[in-house]
């Protein structure tokens, strides 16, 4: 992926689940056309990125009886790609709840699938909105590496129905891109009020690609009968998220050898992981909370 003058890695933020996002740095500016082309790119391949279909994934729904104070029918549902090679061993990457060891690093007991959640209020125009942030993490791929974290932030409209995720993650590895994606009806508006997409871009929520280079939206999500998390697609090299979409939408996996629960666990801030006000230096998050105004071109109401 390109690397975009004028701006770090958004993935080098907060040690801590922190409510609001701080002081803001600067837009980064595309310096020249062919810099342009390259964002454009990159932005097509993340789009293409969520057609993806697996041949076979482990299906991962919330633990019936564990109560994190939300609807269970909120709570993400979880496809991980299995394996291309049937001897690759284990099948698919594994997550689960996070342990600090004797040595004060963070560990990841995969016998324990765990979730994290946090809830918050944000402010997007004159609209004070929930947001909920989910957090899972994954062992280190080796020995001197740290663990790493998949997540996502859920804004909710007026209505309680999701109407913006942004991907989140600590693994600095990952590109620098602040991957959106939008409810169908959000964007709809959004085409209502400001027209279709700006140059460059496909959706009319997406901000101007010289200012925010960095911001993609990489899918517009379809809009269920009822509010209701998302299924979350992971493939099965880094357990990168491939796509995100509505419980109503057709499934993007052939098969389902293995269906099992995960423990959603409420916490306020990243102690709660820990139970101790330093976080590990192998554990870094970016801030819990954040509003999507700022970043997206979206509509008066939501």
């Given at each position: 992926?390109?690397?975009?003058?004028?701006?770090?890695?958004?993935?080098?933020?907060?040690?801590?689940?922190?409510?609001?996002?701080?002081?803001?740095?600067?837009?980064?500016?595309?310096?020249?056309?062919?810099?342009?082309?390259?964002?454009?790119?990159?932005?097509?391949?993340?789009r293409e990125r969520?057609?993806?279909?697996?041949?076979?994934?482990?299906?991962?729904?919330?633990?019936?009886?564990?109560?994190?104070?939300?609807?269970?029918?909120?709570?993400?549902?979880?496809?991980?790609?299995?394996?291309?090679?049937?001897?690759?061993?284990?099948?698919?990457?594994?997550?689960?709840?996070?342990?600090?060891?004797?040595?004060?690093?963070?560990?990841?007991?995969?016998?324990?699938?765990?979730?994290?959640?946090?809830?918050?209020?944000?402010?997007?125009?004159?609209?004070?909105?929930?947001?909920?942030?989910?957090?899972?993490?994954?062992?280190?791929?080796?020995?001197?590496?740290?663990?790493?974290?998949?997540?996502?932030?859920?804004?909710?409209?007026?209505?309680?129905?999701?109407?913006?995720?942004?991907?989140?993650?600590?693994?600095?590895?990952?590109?620098?891109?602040?991957?959106?994606?939008?409810?169908?009806?959000?964007?709809?508006?959004?085409?209502?009020?400001?027209?279709?997409?700006?140059?460059?871009r496909r959706y009319?929520?997406?901000?101007?690609?010289?200012?925010?280079?960095?911001?993609?939206?990489?899918?517009?999500?379809?809009?269920?009968?009822?509010?209701?998390?998302p299924i979350v697609?992971?493939?099965?090299?880094?357990?990168?998220?491939?796509?995100?979409?509505?419980?109503?939408?057709?499934?993007?996996?052939?098969?389902?050898?293995?269906?099992?629960?995960?423990?959603?666990?409420?916490?306020?801030?990243?102690?709660?992981?820990?139970?101790?006000?330093?976080?590990?230096?192998?554990?870094?998050?970016?801030?819990?909370?954040?509003?999507?105004?700022?970043?997206?071109?979206?509509?008066?109401?939501?």
């Amino acid at each position: 992926m390109a690397t975009y003058a004028g701006r770090g890695v958004l993935l080098l933020g907060a040690a801590a689940l922190a409510v609001g996002c701080g002081r803001r740095e600067p837009a980064p500016i595309v310096e020249s056309r062919m810099e342009t082309e390259a964002v454009v790119r990159d932005h097509i391949l993340l789009r293409e990125r969520t057609l993806c279909r697996f041949a076979r994934a482990a299906f991962l729904s919330p633990d019936p009886n564990a109560d994190a104070g939300i609807p269970r029918w909120m709570t993400p549902l979880l496809v991980h790609e299995y394996a291309p090679d049937p001897a690759v061993e284990p099948s698919w990457v594994k997550f689960g709840a996070v342990a600090v060891d004797s040595t004060g690093l963070a560990t990841v007991d995969c016998d324990r699938p765990t979730m994290y959640l946090s809830a918050a209020e944000i402010t997007v125009g004159s609209q004070a909105l929930q947001q909920l942030t989910f957090w899972w993490f994954y062992p280190p791929r080796a020995p001197d590496q740290p663990i790493f974290g998949r997540g996502f932030r859920m804004t909710l409209g007026d209505g309680g129905y999701a109407v913006v995720w942004e991907l989140l993650s600590n693994d600095s590895r990952n590109s620098p891109e602040r991957i959106f994606f939008v409810s169908k009806p959000v964007e709809q508006a959004a085409v209502e009020q400001y027209g279709g997409p700006l140059a460059g871009r496909r959706y009319a929520v997406e901000p101007s690609l010289e200012e925010h280079p960095e911001v993609v939206v990489s899918r517009v999500v379809g809009d269920g009968p009822q509010p209701m998390g998302p299924i979350v697609y992971l493939d099965a090299v880094s357990a990168a998220v491939t796509t995100l979409i509505c419980r109503c939408e057709p499934s993007q996996a052939d098969a389902f050898p293995h269906s099992s629960h995960y423990v959603l666990q409420r916490i306020d801030a990243s102690q709660d992981l820990f139970d101790d006000e330093r976080a590990p230096p192998n554990l870094r998050l970016p801030p819990a909370h954040a509003s999507p105004a700022g970043s997206l071109r979206l509509p008066d109401r939501l």
